[in-house]
């Protein structure tokens, strides 16, 4: 059973920054994707950037060029480093692994993480 616990939201003014991180463990799988959902009121949930088990990465365009996804080394932590934040970013955050190679839909994701709320203010 594969289990992610996300960490780092908080408070930021636009133009600021914050780093999330996800505990990832039991994540066995040789081929998987992981990604960064987000979910704001009265909002579908939309995948933010994804990566998979070789290293590729995929981005929103909403979040090109201002965020990063990443992994440690040892593949037990996932990073997003948010840069020059929005407050259109502001949302509750899930990280959430999947089986399928180059997931993107959140319906794929069959782990999930219970989500980091991140506010932003203009």
């Known amino acids: 059973q594969v289990h992610l616990v996300e960490s780092g939201g908080g408070s930021a003014q636009a133009g600021g920054s914050l780093r999330l991180s996800c505990g990832v463990s039991?994540?066995?799988?040789?081929?998987?994707?992981m990604g960064w959902f987000r979910q704001a009121p009265g909002r579908e949930r939309e995948g933010v950037a994804f990566?998979?088990?070789?290293?590729?990465?995929d981005y929103a365009d909403s979040v090109k060029g201002r965020f990063t996804i990443s992994q440690d080394d040892a593949k037990n932590t996932l990073f997003l480093q948010m840069n020059s934040l929005k407050p259109e970013d502001s949302a509750t955050y899930y990280c959430?692994?999947?089986?399928?190679?180059?997931?993107?839909?959140?319906?794929?994701?069959?782990?999930w993480g219970q989500g980091t709320p991140v506010n932003v203010s203009s």
């Open positions: 039991e994540l066995t799988y040789s081929w998987y994707c």
């Open positions: 959430a692994a999947s089986a399928v190679p180059r997931a993107r839909r959140p319906e794929l994701f069959g782990y």
């Open positions: 990566i998979a088990s070789d290293g590729r990465t």
